[in-house]
């Protein structure tokens, strides 16, 4: 079964709209980290935010947020105010710290979701 | 600056001519991963390593070797490069301790194609 599911392979949105990408994740540990990355045209991936499982608040960074939704076991960006630089690839990712040392460290990724900023 | 650095960037090759990757991160990082990345299928985990001498096969190790001698340094090795294994691979590390939030950073990438 897929750890991290990204369902929208594409996005579009106007400058200056919200947009919201969609993750949804797959685990039974309690303890765990989700991380969204972001992948421009020239390749490079950036990491954007961080919320983990224990976080009561939603996690913030700038016109990034990440609404976080443990029962329901999602975990979707919302980017505000969005600007023509942000359209590239972005992908979901997770962290589980679940002891077992062999998966300890592992990132699972989603399959990423293109988003492309219209003027 | 803290980074991981791989290279080449770019690489064409010829199916069978052995090539290494190399990699190396500035951040005194325990762990070190390698992924690919081919179109639809989002990042995929070749090869990990815990610490030095210690590494473990990911989800597509079939064709890749890897070693950990220093702690700075991960390579990855294709013995005998084919068609399939063209694809832009990526270099991370992170933090290895129980904690979610060990941000995992990642090299440039090296885009390999195998004639």
């Known amino acids: 079964a897929q750890k991290i599911t990204q369902t929208q392979p594409g996005m579009f949105v106007q400058e200056k709209e919200a947009v919201t990408l969609d993750c949804t994740y797959d685990?039974?540990?309690?303890?765990?980290?989700l991380f969204w990355y972001k992948q421009p045209s020239s390749g490079e991936m950036i990491f954007l935010i961080y919320?983990?499982?224990?976080?009561?608040q939603n996690a913030t960074e700038g016109r990034y947020s990440l609404n976080f939704q443990k029962a329901r076991k999602s975990a979707n960006l919302v980017i505000s105010a969005s600007q023509l630089g942000d359209s590239a690839m972005y992908f979901c990712a997770m962290r589980e710290v679940n002891g077992r040392g062999s998966t300890l460290g592992r990132l699972y990724f989603g399959r990423g979701t293109q988003l492309t900023v219209w003027p | 600056e803290a980074q991981v650095t791989q290279n080449p960037r770019y690489l064409i090759t010829v199916t069978g001519k052995k090539l290494t990757v190399t990699c190396s991160q500035n951040m005194n990082h325990e762990y070190m991963s390698w992924y690919r990345q081919d179109p639809g299928l989002g990042l995929r985990q070749i090869y990990y390593?815990?610490?030095?001498?210690?590494?473990d096969k990911g989800d597509v190790p079939e064709g890749y070797k890897v070693s950990r001698k220093e702690k700075r340094n991960f390579p990855l090795i294709l013995e005998s490069p084919s068609p399939n294994q063209t694809s832009l691979y990526f270099c991370?590390?992170?933090?290895?301790?129980?904690?979610?939030?060990?941000?995992?950073?990642f090299g440039a990438g090296t885009r390999l194609s195998v004639l």
């Open positions: 390593s815990m610490n030095v001498e210690v590494t």
């Open positions: 919320q983990g499982s224990y976080d009561e």
């Open positions: 685990t039974s540990d309690q303890s765990y980290g």
């Open positions: 991370a590390s992170s933090l290895k301790g129980a904690k979610a939030k060990n941000i995992q950073y």
